[in-house]
């Protein structure tokens, strides 16, 4: 998973102002490492940038449990 995290970090380093690099990267953080705070935090971001995103708002509902 550690992997997966540091490519998730390069997408949300190049591009900043995309939501889903935000939520993917909460989405290992969540399943793959469980760190729910960094989790929230990305899941967060992501909602606030793209308050459509339903899934950003359900996984942040998960993560805050």
Known sequence: ???????M???VEASPEYAGSYFFRGYIYYYGIMNYEK???DF???AQMQPS?????????L???
């Open 9 to 11: 970090n390069l997408c």
């Open 63 to 65: 993560a805050n449990d």
């Open 44 to 46: 967060n971001r992501a």
């Open 39 to 41: 989790a929230l935090e």
């Open 53 to 61: 995103m339903e899934s950003a708002h359900l996984y942040r509902g």
């Open 1 to 7: 998973m550690r992997g997966a995290l540091g490519k």
